[in-house]
């Protein structure tokens, strides 16, 4: 048992009804790593993730973040050290894109007071990294799918948290912006020692950018750890019946996957 | 000596770059803020627009009285003696008579304009009203029992009666659309508004029953539910002031909230707002606000829907600015439809009438002038 660990999950057990979607999951996760969490559809991604991020709670088992229980933390406490963006949001209303991006300041900014130099100094620091500062006042909900992603993924840098979970953010981007939000989700994790979990589909883009994987299936951990450990043309098989070859790019050292389709 | 020199120039330009870079700095966040906070003028400018139509619309009736006259005796509430030039009979016309009936049409307009901007926020649907849970059918349902009752006589007409079972009505049927949509109190968007939707259904079915058994007395409830300000008295401002300024200003420190919530769950909840929480609070509060509307002013429509609308569309939807300008506009326009119906028409029309065949027409200008601009035709 590791006392700096990010995470630790105990026996953690979920269900909808009477589906079970997460089964008896144990886990530890350590900061300034980076997390890809894999699994067909239907495996309990999301749900893992809405109980790491307290949007949902177990029904039995415990989450500790940062050694206390997850339950226990005021949601503005949380908000500060955790960050979430969503599969999937709602924008109906014209607010413009700073607007969107200054809300993930929220849990800094006190009720009735106006946000501080440091406040918009993210935000402009979020809208550069997404390379989305030249939309900074247009409407969100003139945007292209892929913009209004990386306006999510700019509020939640904006939040500034040790802590960020993304649920297949990538799924609506094309190969340029799919990389550069994973980019900029490295970059965080290298330098600033920041963790970051995402649910992924895409496992080339998981080999390569993740330190860790985490394998889910029917809502169990079928594995978990180093990439070069977990992934296997077995794994693939196994997880998504589809057979694979599996190869090492001798300069970067990350495995590469080339399925066969045919 | 020439060292010195070029180390002080080096210092001067080290100094000189970072004070300019701390002013572009400075600069570029005015720029940013701009669109967030270009659009404050409209708070004051509102303001002072109502507070002007009330003086000028108090003295517009039967009596003519001019505006430097309703200025003295508004200022006589301070105790001044009003100065004898000006008729003993004008003070109770404005006083007891107008001005209730004034500030209840604006503090109503007013206070359906903020419901309606919550519901339409918390809802996540822009064609939310005050009325969507059904709370309108749920006041009129308890007004058309008290009148009924009234009529067959077992109660004893008291003018807070109606107003009381009209409020009671409002607020069991919020109750029971929140036990009917939330076994898991989590209050989702669709569910609630299912819910009222079929609540609403059950109590219009309701009010045509009791309609039936009022057989040649009917028109009393027809009339009530149509709306009117007629016969408003300070005892309605005051339930007013109590209920609807209270929950405005609730509802306006939470503006924060309701922009975020306008995102859905997860959104709000990974920012650190308790939605559930947040967003029952937030539907009774306004809820309570369009209770209170309804139970003095019977069912006026439009206000909750096309205020809030108007006011995104000039001020954009971000509620610090939204809250405040929708209860002004709602405050104006009510005043202004209901001086319409006062003054200008030869008899009085229900207000409610009024607003819908005025308020439907505009509000499908804009529906179309919005549709076209989105989609480019």
Redesign the interface.
Known sequence: MNASSVYRVDNLSFSYGTINCIKNVSLELNPGCFYGLIGPNGSGKSTLL?LL???LFPDQGTIHFYNRDIRRYP??????K???V?Q?????????V???V???R??Y?P??AN?Q?RD??A??KALHSLDIFHL??RKVTQLSGGEKQRV?IAR?LA?DTDVI?LDEVTSNLDVNHAVSIMKVMLDIVTKSQKTVIAALHDLNIASTFCDQLIVLRDGEIVDNGNVSKVLSENLILDLYQIQSTISTDHKTEKKHIKYEYL | MGALFSNNTYKFNTIFTVSVNIIN??R??RI??K??TYHFYWIPALSVTLLFLIVFVAGLGYIAIKPSIILEILFSLTGQNVPDSIDPSFPFVILEVRLPRIITASLVGGGLAVAGCVFQ?LL???LADPYTLGISSGAAFGASIALFLNMIGILLPTPYLIPLCAFIGGLATLYAVFALSAPSARLSPNSLILSGIIISAILSAGISFIKFMADEQVNAIIFWIMGSFIGKSWSDVFLLILLVLPSAIFIY?HS?EL??M??????S??????SRVVRKRLLITSSLATAACVSVSGIIGFVGLIVPHLV?MIV???NKLLIPCSFLLGSILMLGADTVTRVVLPTELPIGVLTALIGGPVFCYIFRKTQQKRYGT
Do not use: W
């Not at chain 1, 949601?75 to 500060?80: F, P």
């Not at chain 2, 909840?269 to 308790?274: A, P």
């Open positions: 809405d991020s307290g949007h949601r503005k406490q949380l908000a500060c955790l960050s979430t969503p999937s949001f709602t924008l109906n209303f014209d607010y413009s700073e607007e969107v200054l809300m993930g929220y849990p900014i009720r009735f946000p130099d918009l100094l935000v402009e900074r006042s999510m939640s939040q979970l | 700095r400075r570029g966040h940013m803020m669109s967030i926020s996540q649907n822009p420190a924060r922009d975020i306008t995102f859905g769950e997860r959104a909840d990974s920012l650190g707002i308790d995104r954009g939807p971000g």
